[in-house]
């Protein structure tokens, strides 16, 4: 099993840019595939990115094509989403997931793990 703690996130403004961190602890992050999702209130959870268990492929929402980035470090346990050119209907809670069956799934059934979630919020 295991454990994965959120960071970053929080408010900015239309344009700019933030940096969500996704660290894992309990089993080496390289054996899983790992992705984000964002969720707003009542509505269903929203694939946004996923990389291979290597960080050798990548698998992106066309919502997000061309401005965010994920990337991994396995000898740090750690998964991060870097968003630019941020928009405000990029407004939501996002969630890190780690997989240890599936490889860039973009359904979050196919994810075992979450973390705690993260609000990003972006203002016109």
């Known amino acids: 099993q295991v454990q994965l703690v959120q960071s970053g996130g929080g408010l900015v403004q239309g344009g700019g840019s933030l940096r969500l961190s996704c660290a894992a602890s309990?089993?080496?992050?390289?054996?899983?595939?790992m992705a984000w999702f964002r969720q707003a209130p009542g509505k269903e959870r929203e694939f946004v990115a996923a990389?291979?268990?290597?960080?050798?492929?990548?698998n992106y929402a066309d919502s997000v094509k061309g401005r965010f980035t994920i990337s991994r470090e396995n000898d740090k346990n750690t998964v991060y989403l870097q968003m630019n050119s941020l928009k405000p209907e990029d407004t939501d809670v996002y969630y890190c997931?780690?997989?240890?069956?599936?490889?860039?799934?973009?359904?979050?059934?196919?994810?075992?793990?979450w973390g705690q979630g993260t609000q990003v919020t972006v203002s016109s």
């Open positions: 990389i291979s268990r290597s960080g050798g492929g990548t």
């Open positions: 309990g089993r080496t992050l390289s054996t899983y595939s």
């Open positions: 997931a780690a997989g240890p069956r599936t490889h860039l799934s973009d359904y979050y059934v196919d994810y075992d793990y």
